[in-house]
């Protein structure tokens, strides 16, 4: 898709109004453009593929019984997280592990910016590089669900300090503190391998 085709794409927020004003299949449209994001935040959150795929699935049934309450002028994705975290919190799935499934190297074209191994590489580097990405998705694992979370959202989502705070529903001095605080719980946990 060219520059000028995605320009012409209407925005989150005129398709949720479309939802609002009775188009059912408008929300068709909101559920591809942030199914594999959503799915990764749930991922995040429960750590099984299967149940991952339920809760993002629920959650977007939430939205959708819910959308009357957006309002388009915010971005849909933090208000959807929210949807979806408070899903998990109230399925009393809280403190539950999580595994990135998506740090290993794969096939799937959607995930070659994750991948770890580069072309350029031989095979010791590569394997180096794999292991490394194992003991770093343990060590993740290993964090409390929060600590995880917000990593996460930065480090895999990329969403700035700004997003992360309309995401969680916190004040951006928080987000710096609790991301601060996850990266050195993370940073005592990988020292060993370093």
């Not at 898709?1 to 949720?16: F, T």
Request: a neutral charge.
């Amino acid at each position: 898709m060219g520059i000028g085709a995605k320009a012409m794409q209407p925005s989150d927020g005129e398709i949720i109004a479309r939802c609002q004003n009775g188009d059912k299949e408008a929300f068709g449209v909101i559920v591809r453009r942030y199914m594999k994001r959503a799915y990764y935040a749930a991922l995040v959150i429960v750590g099984e593929h299967n149940e991952a795929m339920d809760l993002s699935q629920e959650a977007f049934v939430r939205a959708f019984k819910g959308i009357k309450r957006f309002d388009t002028s915010m971005p849909f994705f933090p208000w959807y997280h929210r949807t979806l975290k408070n899903l998990w919190i109230n399925r009393g799935r809280k403190g539950r592990g999580v595994r990135f499934h998506s740090l290993s190297p794969t096939d799937d074209e959607d995930h070659k910016q994750l991948e770890i191994e580069s072309p350029t590489e031989g095979p010791f580097v590569a394997a180096e590089k794999s292991e490394m990405a194992e003991v770093l998705a343990r060590e993740m694992d290993a964090l409390d669900a929060d600590k995880r979370e917000i990593l996460y959202l930065r480090h895999f989502e990329n969403l700035s300090y700004r997003e992360m705070a309309e995401t969680l529903g916190i004040p951006e001095g928080t987000v710096m503190s609790r991301l601060h605080g996850a990266r050195q719980a993370l940073r005592a946990r990988m020292e060993k391998y370093l």
